[in-house]
């Protein structure tokens, strides 16, 4: 029987059929006698998401997504439970624009939603244009409740470097069901034209290999949260903003990605944005219902619940609408896992950014609500808490938007008994920053000096278990039932760190 990691690593092993290198980033069609000439790909298919979320039968989807430059085509997408396909998905596309200066180069973003999907449903699809097969891969739905799942989870990916490269290639080594990217996907500005350059060719590479990248995008989808690096523009006073003066391809996350979209319809605050009215007009439209809703969502994925939020600097947690919104999500699922995803971490010790501590006015609502595991990047580099619980003194600074100072002060209840191999019931929270995804790192001499790993303004609270800073690093999570394995892996292949975490069994129904 062949299993459905087997079945992805073949589909994700032979993807692009047709389409070859014509130049810098771009990738031509072969030519037709019975079509039109096809535009240039300046992205190769991918899959991602799409809106479904919470594993019902005929509400899955995924999409299949790419990038072309202006140009006729009469592109289709076939989907089947076999190479025989035997089912059609009608393509859309939008405007966008790619590059710095100007208006931008033109591009098109071509979509086909497979909708109507159950949970666990595997299917192959092939990207046909102008009569000929151009790509294709294999896609799955969510796995449903009480199917063993892995995913892998890093961040602060780079520009596109050997580091991001080796982190691609030792998660396609996984073998993972899915990629939680938390935050910061490229560097700068998180633009149309970053993501062409750094984030498509390392993450969707041809083949795999320690320092080319891995075909994961094809045939593995990403999910991932709005972060720092996609709103890096300053407005006049200084705070995040993306300004499409300077960058009038800003905010790739909302045209590129394809995520759920059951956040708050309109965020209280929302990612702000500047420039030409019609620039910015151009954008939302590329972006439709995704801007500025995408910012905030939550989905379903075997037997575990991921609520997934924009924390950057413009964000007051202490909203009354978000934490309802919040409050709300995670009361209602059955899941028997609760994860958390945001960039900024509550929680770090370290010395770049320990003072944006505004997500921990959130703790006592995670808490509340029975949250498992909180990812976090910000800081390039590992760090596990011990399950612990925060009492905020106050709001502190967390409601100083667009300061960088959010520091909130209060008291730490740690479990000091849980250690993820004899005593695997945390009592609290468990805040993993997996930041070490790329980009250079922070702190490299911390690793192996515990001493280090406290902070006076937290009183010197030893809540930080583990910590490596000098190399980069991946998080691999194994969720089997009530068991949880999550292996801390580097750069190199080589296992840094590995907790079980269990819990009672779910009673059978
Ligand atoms: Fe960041």
Redesign the pocket.
């Given at each position: 029987m062949i299993t459905r990691r087997d079945f992805l690593r073949s589909a994700g092993g032979v993807t692009v059929l047709a389409l070859s290198p014509a130049g810098r980033g771009v990738f031509a069609a072969p030519r037709s006698f019975d079509g039109p000439r096809l535009p240039l790909f300046t992205t190769l298919p991918y899959i991602q998401p799409g809106s479904g979320s919470l594993l019902r039968e005929g509400e899955e989807s995924t999409v299949v997504a790419w990038q072309t430059q202006v140009g006729d085509a009469d592109f289709v997408v076939d989907f089947g439970p076999s190479e025989g396909y035997g089912r059609t998905a009608a393509c859309e596309h939008r405007s966008r624009v790619s590059g710095r200066g100007g208006d931008g180069e033109p591009r098109i973003n071509w979509t086909a939603t497979i909708g109507g999907l159950g949970p666990g449903q595997e299917y192959f699809y092939r990207v046909h244009g102008s009569g000929k097969r151009l790509a294709e891969g294999g896609l799955s739905s969510g796995l449903r409740r009480r199917r063993r799942i892995s995913f892998v989870a890093f961040c602060?990916n780079s520009y596109g470097d050997i580091s991001d490269r080796a982190i691609a290639y030792h998660t396609y080594r996984q073998n993972p069901d899915f990629v939680m990217n938390c935050?910061?996907n490229v560097y700068e500005s998180g633009t149309e034209n970053e993501y062409q350059r750094y984030f498509f060719p390392v993450y969707n590479a041809d083949v795999a290999g320690v320092r080319l990248g891995a075909p994961l995008l094809r045939s593995v989808p990403f999910y991932t949260v709005v972060?720092?690096?996609d709103v890096q523009d300053k407005d006049p006073n200084g705070h995040e903003v993306a300004d499409f003066t300077r960058n009038p391809d800003a905010l790739a996350y909302y045209t590129a990605m394809h995520l759920p979209l059951n956040g708050p319809d309109a965020p209280t605050f929302p990612t702000p944005t500047m420039g030409p009215a019609e620039r910015v007009a151009a954008f939302r439209a590329s972006a439709g219902n995704r801007f500025p809703r995408m910012a905030n969502y939550s989905f379903d994925y075997g037997d575990a619940h991921f609520l997934c939020l924009d924390s950057n600097r413009y964000v007051d947690p202490n909203d009354s609408a978000l934490q309802a919104w919040m409050a709300r999500d995670l009361s209602t699922t059955d899941a028997l896992w609760k994860f958390v995803v945001f960039?900024h971490p509550p929680f770090n010790v370290g010395n770049e950014h320990y003072e944006v501590q505004h997500m921990r006015v959130l703790s006592p609502l995670l808490e509340a609500h029975g949250v498992d595991i909180v990812l976090s990047?910000?800081e390039h580099n590992y760090q596990r808490s011990r399950p612990l619980k925060f009492k905020p003194d106050s709001a502190g600074r967390s409601a100083d938007v667009g300061g960088k100072d959010r520091r909130v002060p209060g008291a730490f209840t740690v479990d000091r008994v849980f250690d993820g191999i004899s005593n695997t019931r945390p009592d609290g929270v468990l805040y993993i920053v997996t930041?070490a995804g790329g980009k250079h790192l922070y702190d490299p001499g911390f690793t192996d000096h515990p001493a280090r790993w406290t902070h006076a303004d937290d009183r010197d609270v030893a809540y930080v278990a583990k910590m490596v800073t000098d190399r980069h690093s991946l998080s691999v999570f194994d969720i089997d039932g009530p068991s949880l394995t999550m292996a801390q892996i580097d750069e190199a292949g080589q296992e840094l760190d590995r907790i079980v975490v269990t819990k009672a069994p779910r009673r059978r129904s």
């Open positions: 602060d935050g910061d972060a720092n690096h960039h990047g910000h930041g």
